[in-house]
């Protein structure tokens, strides 16, 4: 079996491919996996660390805004989705591959593009709850459209043949245990708040953090695990400034980068957070209560009715960015942690969400399209 995978940009479009891609490998070692993605994108890094074979195109995305420059760059990009498109044509002759998976991202565009013109079946996965351009165009062109969240299918034209499938879900997510994971970090039985704002960091979620974090230190009551992100490294100075003592408040665990994050997040009792399609499945698959603040800065607001799903479900606060301050987060929070009944509540609907098998469901799609089409 050869699958050709498609899909870059960001890690919410490669962590999903990768994750397939390694339940492929764990049910059938043989089979052959290719994943072309974008010269000099994360995910050249990112897919021959997992141990996946990498091919790079160059191709670049639209411009949305009419400007003379943007004009410009868009007739730059035109011609390079020919070269691209070119490029996945010599790479899909030369690999011939039995499916193409896309996981959105402009990437993956020319190659699915491509794929289907040469006769390859190719399905797409959308982890989103309203879907990207890319994956929304070639929707048509698809044998299956796999969704993360059933509210994406509105958002798509004409027939298409939709199956719900989650998002695939790191096994050490869904594996992790609460009270062992407070063993592991020496946590005791206070409130556990954790927040982040994704890996370089959310400058609005840290300076709207800072207040309830200081206050911490000071009365102890939550332990607070936060990642400031690379951009954030003035953080710990602005905790001091507001008064608190980092070096002996041991209820507080303030860092860069949360590298062990299936253990914070099952040690958590709030989750404080963007609104990324794959924090959002960790947190359904830990039945975690959660305050979230959508990015605003992304493709078609998408954050944002990501974070609806979980709201109209009742098992997530939401607030959006242009109303954050840090009395409103710090008054969310409260209200959130010192309610032991709506925390159930929300766990309870947060859990009912989850969708625990996705790799498995979208493994058994492969397969069926795969003899499907070969019977053809």
């Known amino acids: 079996m050869k699958i050709l995978f ?13 994750a397939i891609a390694g339940y492929v490998r764990s049910r059938q070692p043989e089979a052959e996996i290719l994943y072309i993605g974008a010269k000099g994108g994360m995910e050249e890094r990112l897919v021959p660390q997992a141990g996946f074979q990498f091919r790079g195109i160059t191709v670049q995305g639209f411009k949305r805004k009419i400007s003379p420059q943007a004009i410009k760059e ?19 002759e030369e690999f011939q591959p039995d499916i193409c998976v896309g996981t959105g991202g402009y990437v993956s565009g020319p190659v699915l593009r491509t794929a289907a013109k040469m006769g390859v079946p190719i399905i797409i996965h959308e982890q989103n709850a309203f879907p990207g351009i890319t994956n929304k165009l070639l929707a048509k062109k698809a044998k299956k459209v796999m969704l993360a969240m059933p509210a994406a299918r509105e958002h798509f034209k004409g027939k298409c043949n939709f199956v719900d499938t989650g998002n695939p879900v790191r096994g050490e997510i869904l594996t992790a245990q609460k009270e062992e994971a407070r063993k592991q970090m020496g946590l005791d039985n206070r409130p556990v708040i954790l927040s982040f ?39 710990p100075d602005l905790l001091r400034e507001k008064g608190a003592d980092l070096d002996n408040a041991d209820n507080l665990d303030i860092r860069e980068f949360i590298n062990d994050m299936p253990v914070c997040l099952a040690a958590a009792d709030v989750v404080v957070a963007r609104a990324g399609a794959i924090t959002l499945s960790e947190i359904q698959v830990q039945g975690k209560p959660s305050v979230l603040i959508p990015s605003p800065n992304v493709a078609e607001n998408h954050q944002y009715h990501n974070a609806m799903a979980l709201v109209k479900e009742n098992a997530a606060v939401m607030i959006e960015e242009k109303d954050l301050t840090p009395e409103k987060l710090t008054e969310e929070i409260d209200k959130l942690a010192g309610d032991t009944a709506r925390l159930r509540e929300y766990s309870e609907n947060a859990k009912k969400m989850a969708i625990t098998d996705a790799a498995k469901r979208i493994y058994a799609i492969i397969i069926e399209v795969i003899a499907t089409s070969k019977k053809h």
Request: hydrophobic letters at 40%; proline letters at 1%.
């Open 74 to 92: 868009n007739i730059g990009t035109v011609k390079k989705a020919i070269s691209a498109s070119k490029a996945s044509k010599r790479i899909i």
């Open 6 to 18: 498609a899909g870059g940009g960001t890690a919410g479009h490669i962590n999903p491919a990768l």
């Open 197 to 235: 704002g994704g890996s370089l960091g959310a400058r609005k979620i840290n300076e709207a953090l800072a207040d309830i974090i200081a206050r911490s230190a000071k009365d102890g009551k939550y332990q607070h695990i936060h990642a400031y992100g690379q951009y954030g490294k003035w953080f």
